[in-house]
């Protein structure tokens, strides 16, 4: 059974970073991709980033392009974003997932194993 969990988030001023954290249990060595997630009240859940298991491939959503960066330990089986210039549009849940793809290439986002965590709560005060 795949068990996540996620941490690290906390209530910042704009401008200001965050370096979220997740580990997964009762997956390992899939090389399938790992990414992140989040969610506003009353919308739908976007992909944030992604991050392939071979050669690091990356993807980012346009809006945090240039400010936030995927990581990924497979030794301890954990994830990261780092989370630089901070704004209060950033403001979410945040949530990873085992994506099931070997790549980050088209809708990634829409391939992902149905194993959540309670998420991580990221605030961001003007």
């Known amino acids: 059974q795949v068990q996540v969990r996620e941490s690290g988030g906390d209530l910042v001023q704009t401008g200001e970073s965050l370096n979220l954290s997740c580990s997964f249990s009762?997956?390992?060595?899939?090389?399938?991709?790992r990414g992140w997630f989040r969610q506003v009240p009353g919308k739908e859940r976007e992909g944030v980033s992604c991050i392939s298991s071979n050669y690091g491939i990356t993807h980012y959503t346009d809006s945090v392009k240039g400010r936030f960066t995927i990581s990924r330990d497979e030794a301890k089986n954990t994830l990261y974003l780092q989370m630089d210039s901070l704004k209060p549009e950033d403001t979410a849940g945040y949530y990873c997932a085992v994506v099931t793809r070997l790549d980050c290439s088209g809708s990634w986002w829409d391939h992902v194993l149905d194993a959540w965590g309670q998420g991580t709560l990221v605030t961001v005060s003007s």
């Open positions: 009762g997956v390992a060595d899939d090389g399938y991709a």
